[in-house]
């Protein structure tokens, strides 16, 4: 869930980064009201979202959308392209499925 980056201490964070530099770990961005203080689409929790971007790059993210419904998964789509909305096409398919197809 992200670490819960909204929840922890600057030095918490600072340890998070630190794993940026060990090539066998990836993240996985899910839990995004952990991370926020402001109601959906979470948009306080962009700055975690980019900061692990730019961190992990795109190929070692995981997107853990969710949703029983067809209403909540399009609604997890939705947030997702808000939250990355600064990436590219290519990007965004790693994160969205490519890397978690490569990785099981």
């Known amino acids: ?38 109601a959906w689409p979470h948009r306080d929790a962009k700055r975690f979202v980019k900061a692990l971007y730019d961190g992990f790059g795109p190929g070692r993210l995981i997107w853990g959308g969710w949703g029983n419904t067809l209403a909540e998964f399009k609604k997890s789509q939705e947030m997702f392209d808000e939250l990355f909305d600064f990436a590219s096409g290519p990007s965004k398919a790693l994160i969205r499925g490519k890397n978690a197809e490569r990785l099981y």
Request: net charge positive; proline share 3%; with cysteine.
């Open 1 to 38: 869930h992200m670490c819960r980056a909204g929840q922890g201490t600057e030095e918490q964070w600072q340890a998070v980064e630190r794993l940026y530099r060990r090539p066998n770990i990836v993240m996985k961005i899910s839990g995004i009201s952990y991370s926020s203080k402001e």
